[in-house]
């Protein structure tokens, strides 16, 4: 189940490059990073890290990640990952990667250990080159052990992830009874938890009347939810539409919709993995 929700994600995203064109080259470039993240989580599974460190995760506050990456199991394979992105990457971020790649080690552990404290409230950016390629690869490490968790989700109605407090990179409308309920899914860790559908995750706002939706013809089964009170907005993919999407991968394949809703001075509550 867990390790076929990385096969969906790849699977979706090659049937949005054939349905949307203007989005094939991101969309190519997420199915090798995916497939990448594939490989490293069943590595991670393959591991048991959560045995190794339980103890810690047994002890670390509810809503906040742990503190310590687990640095002789990650750092072996980051080679590999930048190889990876240095072959299939835009220039912009194959060089960064090739830059870093040449450097080693004990950069690498600098940047994840100051990436990895700052990861809940991390936008990732086009600018942040070496912020961006850190978040890629620890992201399913965070989904990992998110996965594997015991902890008690904390308060659900939160406009952060329970899991780690990470921002909601979108929103997911799934059946329930005749109509839909909203979930939220967390940019770092990937855990999905409930969340008011009329309410703003950005600032709080529940007047009708401050929050926008916004949807075009083009793709049904997405829609922008824009505040005209703190003017952040978020993408919701909705399932009771379109039972094959993929949030994530929606999400990134939209593009469009980040135009139409930057051209209305929107701004995204939190940029997706690629840093779009
Ligand atoms: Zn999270
Ligand atoms: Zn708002």
Redesign the pocket.
Known sequence: MIASKWERRIQRAEELTAAHPFAAEVLQFYRHIAGFQKALYAYLESSRIEQAHGHESNHRAAGSLPQHLNLPLLLPRFSEFLATVEKVAPQPLAQPAARLKAQGKNQWETLFKSHWQSAPSFQPTSEHTEGLLAWMFLQPYAEYLADHSELAPRNQALAVCPFCSGKPVVGVLRPEGDGAKRSLICSMCSTEWNYGRIV?P????QTVEKLAIYTASQFPEVRVEA?D??H?YIKTVDLTKNGRAVPVVDELATIPLNLWAQEHQYIKLQPNLLGI
């Open positions: 703003c950005a600032c709080g706002e505040c009170t703190c952040y």
